[in-house]
């Protein structure tokens, strides 16, 4: 079982910034690919960015590449999610996810996740 839990999310105005991050209870972090999710209300979960175990693949959603960094810390067992020029429609819950690096073959699939965390809420004024 692997215990993950975000922090930094809040309020921030348009194009400001905000770095999310999520620590895993895992002893072999390494082992796993990171992902990050968020969730609007009314949305269905969509992919945002993830990043595999070494730190030297990652891959972002369309809408989010350019503006946002996903990184990991493999000694402190976290991920990090640098969110830059923020916008209203970023607004939603993002939730940390940990996948078995073995059996990924797909970033952004949600099923592709073996563990999440409990989200934190991300708000964007206009």
């Known amino acids: 079982q692997v215990l993950l839990v975000e922090s930094g999310g809040g309020l921030v105005q348009a194009g400001g910034s905000l770095r999310l991050s999520c620590v895993a209870s895992a002893r072999t972090f390494s082992n796993y690919v990171m992902g990050w999710f968020r969730q609007a209300p009314g949305k269905e979960r969509e992919f945002v960015a993830a990043?595999?175990?070494?730190?030297?693949?990652?891959d972002y959603a369309d809408s989010v590449k350019g503006r946002f960094t996903i990184s990991r810390d493999n000694a402190k067992n976290t991920v990090y999610l640098q969110m830059n020029s923020l916008k209203p429609e970023d607004t939603a819950f993002y939730y940390c996810?940990?996948?078995?690096?073995?059996?990924?073959?797909?970033?952004?699939?949600?099923?592709?996740?073996?563990?999440w965390g409990q989200g934190t809420q991300v708000t964007v004024s206009s």
């Open positions: 996810a940990a996948g078995r690096s073995s059996s990924v073959s797909d970033f952004w699939g949600p099923s592709q996740y073996n563990y």
């Open positions: 990043i595999n175990w070494s730190g030297g693949t990652t």
